[in-house]
Structure formats: C-alpha cells, structure tokens
C-alpha cells in the first residue's frame, strides 16, 4: 500500500489519476448512448476518423487534438445523415470512412515536414503525457455533457429505445440521432488521450454492455457504466506503473478481465436457473 501511495509523490502520475478519473465518467454515459443505440461500430467509424484530422493538423502546424476534434465531427455527421434512413447500409459507410480517415492522417503525416513522431501515441494513447491544462479541458467538457445529458434526459431516452413513439411526441428524432452522434465524436477527442484511438471503443461499450446486464432504466445504466469505467481506467493505471506495462493496454484488459467475469456469472446464473 505505500508503495503504491509513493506514485502519487509524482505530478505526471496525480495527472494521469485525474484523467483517468474525470474522462471515464461521460465515457461511460456516452457509452450507454451508444451500446443502447447499438452505435458500437459507428462509434468505432468516428473514432478512428479521428486519425485522419490529427495527420492533417500536424500537416497545418496545428493542435493535432483540435484536428481530431473538427474531422470527427465533420465525419460524425456525414456517418449520422447517410444512415438516418438507411441503416441497412451504415456498415459500408462506416468502413469506407474509417479507410479513407486512416489514409489521409498516415499521409498528412508523412507529409509533415520535421514531424518525427510515432502514429503510435494516438493510436494507443499516453495518459502519463496528460498536463494540467488537459484536466481543466477535461473537467469543463465533462460538466458541459452532463448538464446536457441531464437536461435532454427524456429526449435522448425517447429516441434510444422507442423512436416511433417519439415521433408521436413530436420530438425530432432525425436532430437528437445526430446529436447523440455529435456528442460521440468530441467524447472520442478527449479518450484519445487516454487509450489512443484503436483502444478507445473498448472503454465505451464494455462498461455499458455489462451494466446494461444489472438495470432497468438508461439513468441507472449511465451510473453503473460510469462506474464500471472509472474502476477500468485507475486499476489498468496502477496495473501499468506498478509492473511496467502500457498504460491503455491495461486499461482494456482490466475491462477484458470484468467482461469475461461477467460472462461466466451469466453462464453459471442461467445454469443453476434451469
């Protein structure tokens, strides 16, 4: 125990504990958003769209987060208008959009000169690298979510499980499934930093997909998933310091490991019930 209470001695390692700590909570609310809309992939479409603005912000001199942020939200709403009415098809285009976004950022990247960076920091995160400036970032952005997601509670409720019955409600079904895909693509920006982007979908559909098992109502499941997500995050973070291993590997096979609980319970639960 005062081993590990020795690494909060160390200003990269509280930076990183807060991180993990504040981001985990909307991305276990946008989680749920997304296992409930069954968005997984979509989810994984605008994550890895990602690469493509920080290949073209390096390219430009810009903050390459910035980037991230602008392309995914362009993409989100591409992704979110072509399969409003017709889902049949939304796989294509996901993958189309990931293929293309990949590209593009592998050769920005190459482009850039000087830039002698890996691709591997974004694509698999470095949270110990997280400043200050990153957490009060961090904090505004999760605060702002939550009021909205309190906010438009019902709304979002509505169009996750029972679409048809919102449009009775003369609620605008079209506007609030981009919103929830809009409200994706800028918790994608801000999980980059911790996972990276090939990691990042992990961390919003284990915790969901698992506390979606235990309630019966998406508030519930928005607090059991962000909780879920918060004890992947700090426990694949002291995993990482304490026996040296990459801290979004971790992270993800913390999650791995609940998963799999999780799944033999269920199994053992439905065998002992027959």
Same mark, same amino acid.
Not at 34 to 49: Q, W
Not at 56 to 67: E, N, R, T, V
Not at 155 to 177: C, Q
């Given at each position: 125990?005062? @081993?590990?209470?020795?690494?909060? *001695? ?18 276990? +609310?946008?989680?749920? !958003? ?13 994550? *890895? ?15 390459? /987060? ?7 939200? !362009? ?9 409003? *009415?017709?889902?049949?098809?939304? @796989?294509?285009?996901?993958?189309? +959009? #990931? ?9 920005? #990247? ?12 974004? =694509? ?5 690298? +997280? ?9 505004? $952005? ?10 438009? /509670?019902?709304?979002? =409720? #509505?169009?996750?499980? &029972?679409?048809? $019955? ?14 929830? $895909?809009?409200?994706?693509? =800028? ?6 930093? =911790? %996972? ?17 098992? /235990? %309630? ?27 026996? &040296? ?16 609980? *999780? ?12």
């Amino acid at each position: 125990m005062t @081993d590990i209470l020795s690494f909060f *001695h160390y200003d990269f390692f509280i930076n990183a504990f807060l991180a993990s700590l504040i981001i985990s909570i909307p991305a276990g +609310v946008i989680g749920t !958003l997304v296992v409930a809309n069954r968005l997984v992939f979509s989810a994984e479409g605008i994550a *890895h769209s990602a690469f493509g603005g920080i290949g073209i912000a390096l390219f430009l001199g810009i903050s390459p /987060y910035l980037g991230a942020g602008f392309f995914s939200i !362009l993409m989100a709403m591409f992704v979110a208008y072509s399969t409003f *009415h017709s889902r049949e098809r939304s @796989d294509s285009i996901i993958g189309i +959009v #990931m293929a293309v976004s990949m590209s593009l950022g592998i050769i920005f #990247m190459n482009l850039t000169p000087g830039y002698k960076s890996e691709p591997m920091t974004y =694509l698999f995160g470095n949270i110990l690298s +997280v400043s200050r400036q990153d957490i009060i970032f961090i904090s505004i $952005f999760s605060v702002l979510l939550l009021m909205f997601v309190c906010i438009f /509670y019902r709304k979002l =409720l #509505m169009v996750s499980y &029972d679409p048809v $019955f919102a449009r009775i409600r003369k609620v605008n079904v079209g506007f609030w499934y981009v919103s929830i $895909f809009l409200l994706i693509s =800028l918790t994608v920006v801000f999980v980059i930093k =911790l %996972v990276g982007i090939i990691l990042l979908i992990a961390l919003l559909s284990i915790p969901a997909y698992i506390a979606e098992n /235990y %309630v019966r109502s998406l508030s519930s499941m928005m607090i059991l998933s962000s909780l879920i997500s918060v004890v992947m995050s700090l426990s694949g973070l002291f995993l990482s310091v304490i026996f &040296d291993l990459p801290t979004s590997g971790s992270i993800v096979l913390t999650g791995g490991v609940i998963f799999f609980i *999780h799944k033999i319970k269920l199994y053992f639960r439905e065998k002992v019930s027959q």
